[in-house]
């Protein structure tokens, strides 16, 4: 009976996603972000993996606040013994194993260290403290709203030995991986700075423009963020896809990129990287950069083209990307997003290299272009981009799965019934387990959204997510920007499903209580068991072999879903308020077989009690 069911519902989701609409909407007349841009220089020594670094940063304050003082990160530090990050590895309950204990063994030629030694505002030296992680400093002169200032800094740095996302001979021997690898300006907005230590979580950053000149020994090649400006110069001249580089073999070379409205910059660098071309949807040239290895050339070429329709997916999916080009690089501890490019290793098969791919690309839509606060909110990247992922995995590897979300609902269930779950609304660094922090970013994020496409209809998802990446894309959105999007695409009220659902732990539990027939007619009653609020779609087959769905509305939503399932006759009940534990309708004809949410969309943590069926 199941199985039936399912071959039911399971012909819903992508078609609708995929609908387009247009719906009126109204930005916050208030809203304002800064603006930070960066013209840097470097030069490294890769006999002692060390680099000096100038920087210029134009740096614009559209607040309404004058600011007395900055923020500034300086991410390598956390590669040094004693630090916050190295700390919270060896004293959290499940160190990620990357990590562990890792740090606190590195000598000094192996740790990591961004150290300035010249800063400046307008000119004139600046007072500054560090700690760790972060750098403040004491404005000479406050810039007022409006204002524009002019931040000089030379530092001196090193590339700590590869443990986490960032670092230099990673375990499949790439030379450099250069993330979190400059003194970045913290983020100010609405609600103040965000000087987050770096304790090898999320990133928030302020979008800007980079001009970025790399000197480095002639036989490295680089991919990274930006557009190349000097491909001849270098030696380095694209050609034709599926051939390699060029690469002169003396001296040293600057590598030049520009890239605009962004907020990070990323790159890596190895002597032996083959680099292959590959034209992408809209124009956008997708760049390859891997180890000259013959056990992962076959999947490297094979990635290529699926990296191709996977842009494209999400392009129909959420909106176009906004970028001429993108680039998948060998490099890393697993797979990492950056602007205009991904990190991954990649000694993997085939499936698993366009898996990992596919996540990171995806975050390009959810963290590089709409840039929520992943520190704040790491759900709304981490969690959306699964979903998308998710989709596309099924259908450009052909998985075919009725529910590709499934493994993020497993995983749901799991820690909502553990007695260990922490709301979504904690910050990324207080979780406190790496498991928890895990599966509430990743797979209750997921959840989030594929269930919200049960509340509201998978059409009505699919026209928000494309509302939203259209309203709100360079502008840091919020979950209230989201949510809100969703309602003036539904015409439903939906602020309880955000409150529950990520700012609290209460769960869903829904049942059938009881069922009763007298004169081949039946009274039926359901039970609210959990505390957060749903509708309810209930599948009802009866003895004489017909079907019919009952949609129950729920009340603080003031509106209903369409009926998905043109192909079942539906009838809709009255709705349920949420604080009646009971709901009670009846049938006019006996039933063989009452299901609650026959497609399991709704993130319900006790499945036995939705299904009754006839003895």
């Not at 890792?102 to 150290?115: A, F, H, T």
């Not at 990307?321 to 290793?345: F, H, K, L, N, R």
Request: contains cysteine; proline residues 5%; charged residues 20%.
């Amino acid at each position: 009976m199941i199985s039936f069911i399912n071959n039911i519902f399971s012909k819903t989701v992508m078609g609708s996603l995929l609908i387009t609409v247009s719906v009126v909407s109204a930005q916050n007349t208030c809203y304002w972000q800064q603006q930070a841009d960066y013209v840097m220089e470097i030069d490294m020594d890769v006999k002692k993996h060390q680099y000096q670094g100038k920087q210029e940063l134009k740096y614009t304050n559209n607040s309404p606040d004058t600011l007395a003082y900055v923020f500034y990160h300086l991410y390598f530090n956390a590669f040094q013994p004693g630090s916050e990050m190295d700390v919270r590895s060896r004293t959290i309950e499940d160190p990620d194993g990357r990590i562990g204990d890792r740090i606190s063994k590195l000598k000094p030629d192996e740790i990591g260290y961004i150290r300035p030694h010249k800063f400046t505002q307008n000119g004139e030296s600046l007072n500054y403290t560090i700690k760790g992680t972060v750098l403040k400093a004491d404005l000479n002169k406050p810039i007022a709203p409006g204002e524009i200032t002019v931040f000089n800094m030379e530092w001196e740095a090193q590339v700590p030995i590869q443990i986490r996302r960032s670092g230099r001979d990673n375990e499949e021997g790439v030379a450099y991986t250069m993330t979190q690898w400059f003194p970045k300006i913290a983020e100010y907005d609405f609600e103040g700075w965000h000087a987050d230590p770096y304790i090898a979580r999320e990133f928030y950053s302020v979008w800007g423009n980079y001009d970025v000149k790399i000197t480095i020994d002639a036989a490295y090649t680089i991919g990274g963020t930006g557009y190349l400006q000097n491909p001849a110069e270098v030696g380095h001249g694209y050609t034709a896809p599926g051939q390699k580089w060029m690469k002169p073999k003396k001296g040293k070379y600057t590598w030049h990129f520009i890239a605009p409205d962004v907020h990070d910059f990323a790159w890596a660098a190895d002597s032996n990287y083959i680099h292959d071309t590959y034209e992408g949807p809209n124009g956008v040239t997708l760049h390859f950069f891997y180890k000259d290895d013959p056990e992962i050339r076959e999947n490297w070429k094979a990635l290529q083209p699926k990296t191709a329709a996977l842009m494209e997916f999400f392009n129909e999916l959420v909106g176009p990307y906004p970028y001429e080009q993108y680039s998948v690089i060998q490099g890393g501890d697993g797979g990492m997003e950056y602007a205009m490019c991904t990190m991954i290793t990649g000694k993997r098969s085939l499936e698993s290299l366009v898996g990992v791919t596919a996540h990171e690309l995806a975050h390009k839509w959810f963290q590089f272009i709409l840039a929520s606060n992943e520190s704040r909110h790491p759900w709304m990247d981490e969690g959306f981009t699964v979903f998308i992922a998710d989709e596309a995995m099924n259908v450009v590897m052909e998985e075919n799965k009725d529910n590709p979300h499934s493994g993020s609902y497993r995983n749901y269930y799991f820690m909502a019934t553990s007695g260990n779950e922490q709301p979504l609304s904690t910050h990324a660094d207080r979780y406190e387990t790496n498991r928890s922090y895990g599966i509430n970013s990743y797979s209750k994020g997921s959840v989030f959204l594929n269930q919200l496409g049960y509340v509201m209809g998978t059409e009505n998802l699919g026209k928000t997510l494309r509302k939203f990446y259209e309203n709100f894309k360079f502008k840091h959105p919020t979950p209230n920007d989201f949510i809100r999007t969703a309602e003036k695409v539904s015409g439903m009220q939906l602020d309880w499903y955000l409150i529950d659902f990520t700012q609290t732990t209460n769960s869903i539990d829904y049942g059938i209580k009881s069922v009763t027939t007298e004169n081949n007619k039946a009274t039926v009653t359901l039970e609210r068991i959990g505390l957060m609020p749903m509708p309810l779609d209930i599948f009802v087959s009866y003895e004489d072999g017909t079907h019919e769905l009952i949609y129950i509305p729920l009340r603080q939503m003031w509106g209903e879903k369409t009926n998905e399932f043109t192909t079942l006759n539906r009838s809709v009940l009255d709705d349920w308020a949420w604080a009646y534990p009971t709901y009670t309708f009846e049938l006019e004809k006996k039933p063989q077989t009452i299901v609650i949410d026959a497609t399991q969309r709704m993130a319900d943590i006790n499945w036995e009690n939705n299904i009754w069926q006839q003895n």
